[in-house]
């Protein structure tokens, strides 16, 4: 699969998963539906902050959806986290 395919995967499962229409998640995010639909079908690319709009409506972090679950988990056993992830203050 690639990159892109994945992340429109893991945007389609978290608005699928909290039972939002894809005119509401356009709505929030302010991409025009036509358009919205056309990159969840797969027949247009997905702008870097459209992307980042998306996160935002449907309240994920952005490295949730960039970044491949097997990476957090391989990041994660070494004790380190992806980069632009929160982590403790010094």
Known sequence: MDHER?????????????????????????????QLGKVLRYERSLKPGECLRICYALDLSASSVLIPKETHEQLQAVGKKPKGEPGKKK
């Open 6 to 34: 994945y992340i429109v995967e893991q945007i389609k499962e978290a608005r699928e998963v909290r039972g939002m229409p894809i005119a509401e998640l356009a709505r929030r995010s302010l991409i025009d539906s036509t």
